[in-house]
């Protein structure tokens, strides 16, 4: 009967040492795919042109799946005339890993109708990097 309870004890002692070290590496590890947004000067998220997604894609040079997670896509219906577009900044928001976000900057032109960035007029300019929210 002492054997079974120094048995068991020592199985108690190496399982309290061993399941907080397992979960501690799963926290660690980094995940799969760079998840990446844009969003406008004031904070709201936009639609992009593929020539814009593409151009942040390549900008990136992660050795991870990039994958765009805004649900905005371009609206068909809008026309996107003159008069309604403007020159802004658009942000372009990567969380490379679960402890930092890249943010990027470029010129482009937005549609005030529909919230889309339809043209670049700059490169991508690495602005400053953050914990996630």
Request: negative net charge; charged residues 25%; proline residues 4%.
């Amino acid at each position: 009967m002492k054997t079974i309870k120094k048995i068991w004890s020592i199985l108690l002692v190496c399982g309290l040492i061993l399941v907080p070290t397992i979960s501690v590496s799963a926290a660690e590890q980094e995940p799969e795919k760079v998840e990446v947004s844009f969003f406008n000067e004031n904070g709201e998220e936009v639609s992009v042109s593929e020539e814009i997604a593409d151009s942040f894609m390549e900008q990136l040079d992660v050795d991870k799946e990039v994958n765009i997670v805004s649900d905005k896509n371009l609206r068909a219906s809008c026309t996107h005339i003159p008069c309604n577009q403007v020159k802004t900044t658009l942000y372009g928001h990567a969380k490379v890993s679960p402890t930092e976000c890249w943010v990027y900057t470029k010129r482009v032109i937005m549609c005030k109708c529909c919230g889309a960035a339809l043209k670049s007029l700059s490169d991508w300019q690495f602005a400053y990097s953050h914990a996630p929210h």
